[in-house]
């Protein structure tokens, strides 16, 4: 990898585990094993880098969801893909991670990033919902545009209940939860 990628890795890593707020440019060049002027000579600054490691997490972020939606043979198994894959829940969201960061909420540039990305998740989960109502999957009354705002929101909800428990099997529990309500919602 090249210095500029070194970088974002390492910022994305350290957004993930340390939000940006508390993460200082040295912290970056020292993760990233670079050079003192690296940071400056790549981006415009500390701000620039973290909206590259955003950036670069929403398309892989991206990539895994189009996976998981894609590997259901029904709009209930799509989502399920999507609920019940492999995380590092108590890790919790990368996303909603920063969403808690004052400091990403307050600058525009990150806040978009953020913005950008859950409203895509809503977006891909209401397509497979409604074409999970047009196929006669699940109810016509459902409507997709805000049962995707609720498994989005259930997930996100999921992530801090178990970090705050500091047990992954209350995140789970809100999986299966949320599956077990679109389940009911089946035509």
């Given at each position: 990898?090249?210095?500029?990628?070194?970088?974002?890795?390492?910022?994305?890593?350290l957004?993930?585990?340390?939000g940006?707020?508390?993460?200082?440019?040295?912290?970056?060049?020292d993760?990233?094993?670079?050079?003192?002027?690296?940071?400056?000579?790549?981006?415009?600054?500390k701000?620039?880098?973290?909206q590259?490691?955003?950036?670069?997490n929403?398309?892989?972020?991206?990539?895994?969801?189009?996976?998981?939606?894609?590997?259901?043979?029904?709009?209930?198994?799509?989502?399920?893909?999507?609920?019940?894959r492999?995380?590092?829940?108590?890790?919790?969201?990368?996303?909603?991670?920063?969403?808690?960061?004052?400091d990403?909420?307050?600058?525009?540039?990150l806040?978009?990033?953020?913005?950008?990305?859950?409203?895509w998740?809503?977006?891909?989960?209401a397509e497979?919902?409604?074409?999970?109502?047009?196929?006669?999957?699940?109810?016509?009354?459902?409507?997709?545009v805000?049962?995707?705002?609720?498994v989005?929101?259930?997930?996100?909800?999921?992530?801090?209940?178990?970090?705050?428990?500091?047990?992954?099997?209350?995140?789970?529990?809100?999986?299966e939860?949320?599956?077990?309500?679109?389940?009911?919602?089946?035509?």
């Amino acid at each position: 990898m090249s210095t500029r990628d070194d970088l974002i890795e390492a910022t994305r890593g350290l957004l993930w585990e340390r939000g940006y707020g508390a993460t200082s440019p040295r912290e970056i060049l020292d993760a990233a094993g670079a050079g003192k002027g690296s940071m400056y000579h790549h981006f415009r600054g500390k701000e620039a880098l973290a909206q590259a490691a955003i950036e670069r997490n929403a398309e892989e972020m991206r990539d895994q969801i189009t996976g998981d939606l894609a590997s259901g043979c029904t709009a209930l198994g799509q989502v399920r893909a999507y609920l019940t894959r492999e995380r590092e829940v108590l890790k919790g969201c990368q996303f909603g991670r920063l969403v808690q960061d004052p400091d990403v909420i307050d600058t525009p540039a990150l806040r978009s990033e953020v913005q950008e990305m859950f409203a895509w998740i809503r977006g891909q989960l209401a397509e497979v919902i409604s074409a999970g109502v047009n196929g006669g999957e699940f109810r016509a009354d459902l409507d997709p545009v805000r049962t995707a705002a609720a498994v989005a929101a259930a997930l996100q909800g999921a992530y801090v209940l178990a970090r705050a428990a500091k047990n992954p099997s209350v995140f789970d529990d809100a999986v299966e939860g949320v599956l077990a309500l679109l389940e009911a919602a089946r035509a």
